[in-house]
């Protein structure tokens, strides 16, 4: 029997978002202000529940993954991740979005591993701030890092900021600089409400549209979508190598393009960053034997995903920080 990855609205999701922990040796201030905690022992997926997981998405038509945390880089197991992804048929892109802790030594060998995109959170170009951010003084380390994957095999880079108001909203001139003679994505993201962040979104929340402004006013020009391409409205400039990408959740209609499903680090299949819960689905990873029953319910979950998230209402649904789904 045939099955699809289709909605009740008719989206198809190519890309799956597939956290291998949600363990994070940092502790930004707007995810995990006071480190990671935690509360039971957790046992995340192992390397053949990732393989027969991904084995039943490519062949729902998934192509995209990108492995999230947490901080994906802490399982010593990261690079056999990624070449067992590698070897399932029907992937074309493997992605990562990492603090870029151990990039400047590791990347070499997630390039050759297979990974093929790679996101790399930059939340301030300020070494002082990035520390206090972050709770890491290692912005040198980790730019150098970025380099490095410049001149490797990996098809594209991209700096991942949270938009904070005060804080790092009057830098968007010294990121420009930077997609000036490099072929860098400059990402910022509008700061989302989650369970326990409420005084602090209250605090530091700033409108998408004001970036949005700034990149209209210096020239910058909305970008046609790539195939399988992320939440980010991007924008060009014809005297900058570099683009510039907003991801906006709070922008009417964000929801209408979503092609995006996750998986959490313990098998939990989610719809939605924002949705109430996950759906267990780690007893169908057990084995290949079992990979029609898994495709079957995966098909049958996505029947219950809703047309758009809720924050526009303060309703941030289950999710407590964004380490916990993956982002």
């Known amino acids: 029997m ?32 006071d480190g990671y905690q935690c509360d039971s022992k957790k046992h995340f997926l192992t390397l053949p529940e990732i393989k027969n997981l991904v084995s039943a998405f490519a062949e729902l038509g998934t ?14 197991d990261f690079d056999e991740i990624i070449k067992t992804i590698k070897a399932i048929s029907g992937i074309k892109q493997i992605a990562m979005t990492t603090n870029g802790y151990k990039l400047k030594e590791r990347i070499q060998n997630w390039a ?71 072929k860098l ?33 210096n020239g910058w020009t909305e970008k046609l979508r790539e195939p399988g391409a992320g939440p980010a409205i991007e924008y060009v400039h014809p005297d900058y190598q570099g683009t510039f990408g907003v991801i906006a959740p ?18 939990d299949f989610h719809l939605c960053l924002f949705g109430e819960h996950g759906f267990s689905v780690r007893h169908l990873l057990q084995s290949e034997s079992q990979r029609e029953e898994l495709k079957q319910t995966l098909c049958r979950l996505l029947e219950n995903k809703r047309k758009q998230h ?15 789904v993956g982002g």
């Open 310 to 324: 809720f924050l526009h209402d303060n309703n941030p649904g289950g999710t407590p920080h964004l380490a916990s």
């Open 2 to 33: 045939s099955y699809q990855l289709i909605d009740p609205q008719g989206r198809q999701f190519p890309y799956l978002r597939l956290s291998v922990t949600d363990v994070c040796n940092f502790s930004c201030d707007y995810c995990l202000p």
């Open 63 to 76: 192509w995209k993954i990108r492995l999230t945390g947490g901080e994906p880089s802490v399982r010593k």
């Open 185 to 217: 994505s400059m990402r910022f993201i509008e700061l989302m409400q989650t369970g326990d962040n409420h005084d602090y979104f209250n605090r530091y929340h700033v409108s998408a549209q004001v970036l949005k402004n700034y990149l209209f006013a």
């Open 112 to 182: 050759s591993a297979g990974l093929t995109h790679l996101n790399v959170s930059v939340d301030s170009l300020d070494p002082k701030l990035f520390h206090s951010l972050t709770g890491h003084n290692r912005l040198k380390e980790i730019l150098a890092g970025v380099d490095i994957a410049l001149n490797s095999s990996i098809k594209r880079v991209k700096l991942n900021a949270v938009l904070l108001k005060n804080v790092n909203s009057h830098q968007l001139g010294e990121y420009t600089s930077l997609l000036k003679k490099s």
């Open 250 to 267: 709070y922008s009417k209609d964000f929801c209408n393009t979503c092609n995006r499903l996750r998986v959490s680090s313990v098998g």
